[in-house]
């Protein structure tokens, strides 16, 4: 998506000399714009998974403490049950901590691009053209493939979800059988 918005920017940029100048900052400031909202959504999105992570956290160190209570009155189903869940949050926490990371480096990056892009807006108003503008140099896009690493992270909190849905399920079948 930054990308986009750095390429039309770059093209403002080239045009602004032009008759069509006021136009090309009109395009650049609304790329800008743009950029500022997908900006906003990366900060949200680190934030949702900072605030699964503290609570998939929480809910480990519950998992914890009643196992050590079933294992203190010698409860062995009870403690069986509570390392299942154990490795599950433990795996979930693991997965969700990988995740913030890559978030917070991809909210970075795009920071700094947003950053680029104002600086460059502004030599425009001021009619600066930096002299990176007219050849742009072709570089590998580190927000797509963050994206794309989120994406598997995502795809797995997701399977993980969906298979203690069915543990807990299975559980309370177990519980309503008298099992």
């Known amino acids: 998506m930054f990308e986009r918005l750095k390429e039309t920017l770059r093209d403002a940029l080239s045009r602004a000399s032009s008759p069509q100048g006021r136009a090309a900052l009109a395009q650049m400031r609304d790329a800008l714009v743009q950029a500022k909202v997908g900006l906003a959504d990366l900060r949200q999105g680190v934030e949702r998974t900072r605030a699964r992570l ?11 403490r009643r196992g050590k209570l079933a294992a203190d009155i010698d409860d062995r189903e ?4 509570a390392e299942q869940y154990e490795r599950k949050h433990g795996e979930r926490v693991a997965v969700l901590e990988k995740k913030l990371v890559a978030q917070q480096e991809e909210l970075a990056l795009a920071e700094h691009e947003i950053d680029d892009m104002t ?4 030599a425009a108003y001021a009619g600066v053209v930096p002299p990176d503008v007219a050849s742009p140099p072709p570089m590998p896009d580190p927000l797509e493939e963050a ?5 598997a992270l995502r795809r797995d909190i997701d399977r993980a979800a969906r298979e203690a849905t069915a543990q807990r399920q299975l559980e309370e079948l177990k519980r ?3 099992k």
Not at 78 to 81: M, N, Q
Request: no cysteine; glycine share 8%; proline share 0%.
């Open 119 to 122: 600086s460059q807006l502004r």
């Open 78 to 81: 009870t403690v069986r049950i």
């Open 176 to 178: 309503r059988m008298g």
């Open 54 to 64: 503290e609570a998939e956290r929480a809910e480990l160190d519950t998992v914890r």
């Open 147 to 151: 994206r794309a690493e989120g994406d």
